[in-house]
């Protein structure tokens, strides 16, 4: 495919995933506002210090980067699999189908538009987080910052559309998308820090994406940082899982409703 012959086919893709999404506010609210929750239960917590590799920092230091994590596989997976898998059940899929819109393009599209969210919801927690909580910005780790944002939300948002093939019908798409990741959230690093678990459970997690993305953005936001990540592993990881994520999208997703 010729991607500069297509490449204004492209961006008009992304402003109508931006136009729908804005469109839809039960998907706004869950995507920027119900991480603001967590926040408001970290206040509530209180702010004492812990310990991190390299020193002591504040709880919320520690805290942020694993909500930012969070926010972040629910907007690129959780939602994008829901909402997808919704759409082909009432059939707007299937309209997509009868338009010059080739399935790649369709498929970087949805990635470009969630990374562009990713980001925008990344920036809002890094900013509450600061005025609030005075946690400093990633601006030591700026570019270790970007590129493990820009990763893991297209890591995310290609597997959560690949994930669509094997849910049957949108009656099913929460339980089994919830199962999917959630799980792997408690023993990733997410909801609680893993610094005690056995090696052998933090190596089952490190396999997956999930990991991976949580430990680079904390990484980032770690006062102690050098700027450059010590754990390059945790790239190669998500940009494996990457791979697969397109690879299956392009081979089993479907535009019509499966019977």
């Known amino acids: 495919m010729n991607f500069r012959k297509h490449l204004?086919?492209?961006?008009k893709q992304i402003i109508y995933e931006s136009k729908s999404y804005r469109r839809n506010p039960a998907a706004a609210f869950f995507t920027l506002v119900f991480p603001l929750l967590f926040l408001f239960m970290l206040r509530i917590f209180g702010n004492d210090s812990v310990e991190i590799d390299?020193?002591?920092v504040s709880r919320a230091t520690k805290y942020i980067p694993m909500i930012t994590a969070f926010s972040v596989i629910g907007s690129s997976y959780t939602g994008?699999?829901?909402t997808l898998t919704v759409n082909r059940d009432i059939g707007v899929l299937k309209r997509y189908k009868g338009t010059p819109l080739p399935l790649i393009l369709f498929l970087l599209g949805k990635i470009a538009h969630n990374t562009i969210v990713s980001?925008?919801?990344a920036v809002i927690i890094a900013i509450?987080?600061?005025?609030v909580f005075d946690v400093g910005l990633p601006t030591n780790s700026i570019v270790a910052f970007l590129l493990t944002m820009i990763l893991g939300a297209a890591t995310f948002t290609s597997l959560?559309?690949?994930?669509?093939?094997?849910i049957?019908?949108?009656d099913a798409a929460a339980p089994m998308v919830n199962a999917s990741v959630i799980p792997l959230m408690f023993i990733s690093d997410v909801f609680i820090p893993m610094d005690s678990a056995p090696n052998w459970l933090n190596g089952i997690a490190q396999v997956f994406p999930v990991r991976p993305f949580?430990?680079?953005?904390?990484?980032?936001?770690?006062?102690f940082s050098s700027g450059l990540t010590s754990n390059p592993e945790n790239f190669a990881i998500l940009f494996a899982w990457l791979v697969v994520g397109v690879i299956a999208s392009l081979k089993f997703f479907s535009w019509e409703p499966r019977t």
């Open 54 to 56: 390299g020193g002591i």
């Open 128 to 131: 509450i987080a600061f005025v």
């Open 214 to 223: 949580s430990l680079s953005l904390q990484e980032t936001y770690s006062p």
């Open 160 to 166: 959560g559309i690949a994930f669509t093939s094997v």
């Open 80 to 82: 994008i699999a829901m």
């Open 168 to 170: 049957p019908n949108s």
């Open 119 to 121: 980001f925008a919801l």
């Open 8 to 11: 204004p086919l492209f961006l």
